[in-house]
């Protein structure tokens, strides 16, 4: 359900958004999503100074923890 | 605004690719033909057509899908409200358990409200003011700012020294000047770079 988040917001953001791929890797203390958008896209998801994805990061982060879990999102070039 | 151009046999191959591609359906777009196909002669000199689709959404419709796709994704029963108010389209996200939204000190709203802005960003009216408030928190520290603002002027008044207030963003900062504006007895200004900036109240001269 997180991922599917995850890939809600950043496809709502970007220009392309059968660019976007978002896989999620189990680690040992949290998962991590990581990020794969069109490059041309690269810059609307991470945003001037990066605060774009600051912001998904803290929105994604406040929904793991409500579910008890912890969740880091990774953007791939 | 999301727009694509893309070539097909026919116009309509050509928009319901385009679709695809936007994941968007046909109501919700606005379709210009840049090339009507040809099929040339003997099948020499064959042209595509080409279109360009554009998603014509208003920003009222865009905010409402993308708050209440969020909600749903994280399994929250809460109703989006929609509205034009003071010139400005408010967005209120209204339920029982939606408090972990707001986050320590609105970090969670504020984090939401930005990437509200960003997902709109492109469509009708995109450039109008647009505030999001989850559970009334938003009404509710408003009236503690103002709240604030008339116990430091009545400290000013009483004193006649000027009154520092704490560090705040921006918003809240034009809250305390906006509720004092009026006031006969003191004047507001704001000192120091973000984020710690502040509002002063002193007498006024």
Known sequence: MLRDLVEFIVKSIVDNPNGVQVKEVEGERACVFEVRVATEDMGKVIGKQGRVVRAIRTLVQAAAAKEGKRAAVEILE | ?205
Not at chain 2, 128 to 155: K, M, P
């Open chain 2, 1 to 205: 605004m999301k727009s694509v151009e893309v070539k097909g046999r026919t116009v309509e191959e050509a928009i319901d690719e385009a679709l695809k591609l936007l994941g968007v359906p046909r109501e919700w777009v606005e379709v210009e033909v840049l090339d009507v196909p040809s099929r040339g002669i003997l099948g020499l000199a064959r042209k595509d057509a080409r279109v360009r689709v554009t998603v014509q959404r208003s920003r009222a419709d865009l905010a409402r899908e993308f708050i209440e796709g969020i909600v749903r994704r994280m399994g929250v029963d809460a109703a989006v409200e929609v509205r034009r108010a003071g010139g400005a389209l408010h967005v209120d996200v209204v339920g029982k358990d939606v408090g972990f939204l707001i986050g320590k000190r609105g970090q969670t709203l504020q984090a939401l409200e930005y990437l509200l802005k960003i997902a709109t960003a492109g469509s009708e009216g995109g450039d109008e003011q647009l505030v999001l408030d989850v559970g009334g928190y938003r009404r509710r520290r408003e009236r503690q700012l103002e709240d604030l603002a008339n116990r430091a002027a009545r400290q000013v008044m009483r004193t006649g020294k000027p009154v520092m207030l704490e560090p705040m963003d921006a918003r809240s900062r034009r809250t305390i000047h906006l509720a004092l504006q009026r006031h006969p007895g003191v004047s507001t200004h704001s000192e120091g770079e973000e984020p710690n900036r502040r509002v002063i109240v002193s007498p006024k001269t």
